[in-house]
């Protein structure tokens, strides 16, 4: 198993009290793991995105 990042944390905290329902199913199914890790993913690239914007701005 993976170890996630403080965004895959942060991110199954968040699913696990506003969307318990999800977080249930997603468990079920085994693909609450990989779910996180998406989600992690897609957060470090949206952060790279707008640092690298900033750093254009000055």
């Given at each position: 198993m993976i170890t996630l990042t403080q965004y895959g944390m942060m991110a199954e905290e968040h699913?696990?009290?506003?969307c318990p329902r999800m977080v249930k199913g997603l468990?079920?199914?085994?693909?609450?793991?990989e779910?996180?890790?998406a989600a992690e993913e897609k957060?470090?690239?949206?952060?790279s995105t707008l640092r690298r914007q900033l750093m254009k701005q000055g």
């Open positions: 699913w696990r009290k506003f468990e079920t199914s085994g693909r609450l793991q779910m996180l890790l957060t470090e690239e949206e952060l």
